[in-house]
């Protein structure tokens, strides 16, 4: 059995705290991070960020070519709402949940994804 007289509780704390700060700083850079998806061979790009929300949506007009430019970009903004939408639905259901196991509400900033951002498309 190892002894525990060299244990040092402050230093234990330290170091919990300087990781505490290096995590919170990884998860801004994450959740700052942009990166864009596309289907149909870029006929859809969305962009998005690392906090999970959407930041545009772009529909080609080879994709629909009879709809009006204002049409498209009513289209894109939807899509891109409708996103965000989905994203505050499960960040709020996994708040739900993890206080149900908790046994209390959760403070605000904890338990999401989306935590970092909001949920508007830009």
């Known amino acids: 059995m190892q002894n525990n007289q060299n244990f040092d509780f402050n230093e234990l704390m330290t170091k919990a705290k ?3 700060g290096k995590m ?8 700052n991070m942009t990166v864009v998806g596309k289907a149909g061979g870029g006929l859809v790009e969305i962009t ?5 929300y959407a930041v545009k949506t ?3 007009t080879d994709l629909v070519p009879g709809l009006s430019t204002q049409d498209r970009e009513m289209i894109e903004d ?7 939408d989905a994203v505050d639905k499960i960040e709020a259901a996994t708040k ?3 206080s149900g196991f908790v046994g209390m509400k959760l403070p605000e900033g904890f338990g999401g994804e989306g935590d ?7």
């Open 96 to 98: 739900e949940q993890l």
């Open 48 to 52: 998005k960020r690392g906090n999970q």
């Open 58 to 60: 772009v529909i080609s």
């Open 78 to 84: 939807l899509v891109t709402a409708a996103i965000n």
């Open 24 to 31: 919170q700083e990884m998860q801004g850079k994450i959740a």
């Open 18 to 20: 300087e990781m505490q």
């Open 116 to 122: 970092a951002g909001s949920s508007g498309a830009e």
